[in-house]
Nanobody, 122 residues
Framework: VQLVESGGGSVQAGGALTLSCVVSDDTIRSRCMGWFRQAPGREREGIASIYTADGTTYYSDSVKGRFTISQDNAKNTVHLQMNGLKPEDTAMYFC?????????????????WGQGTQVTVS
């Protein structure tokens, strides 16, 4: 299983970006897909997830109300719409898949990871 993220970049505070994660096969179906981020010197943080079978979503308090996770099963893609970006959102953002009926915010519970895409907010 391969996951490829795209859409990162540099934006000013208050700006928006949309990250995309393409999964190599139909793994996206009936799975948990998640977005994590890791800033230098900090632990990897689970910020959003979606259980693709029923669309149940989760957001961390740090992004709730600003970020939206969505799925496009036809394209095996998961998106993360990020609005109202803040400098503290600066990090490497990773997409992951978990083969389980429930999502988790613990990185070690996830099975496959993408290489990450950098988001810088100034």
């Amino acid at each position: 299983v391969q996951l490829v993220e795209s859409g990162g970049g540099s934006v000013q505070a208050g700006g928006a970006l949309t990250l995309s994660c393409v999964v190599s096969d139909d793994t996206i179906r009936s799975r948990c897909m998640g977005w994590f981020r890791q800033a230098p010197g900090r632990e990897r943080e689970g910020i959003a997830s979606i259980y693709t079978a029923d669309g149940t979503t989760y957001y961390s308090d740090s992004v709730k109300g600003r970020f939206t996770i969505s799925q496009d099963n036809a394209k095996n893609t998961v998106h993360l719409q990020m609005n109202g970006l803040k400098p503290e959102d600066t990090a490497m953002y990773f997409c992951a898949v978990r083969f389980a009926d429930g999502c988790s915010t613990t990185p070690s519970h996830w099975n496959y990871w993408g290489q990450g895409t950098q988001v810088t907010v100034s």
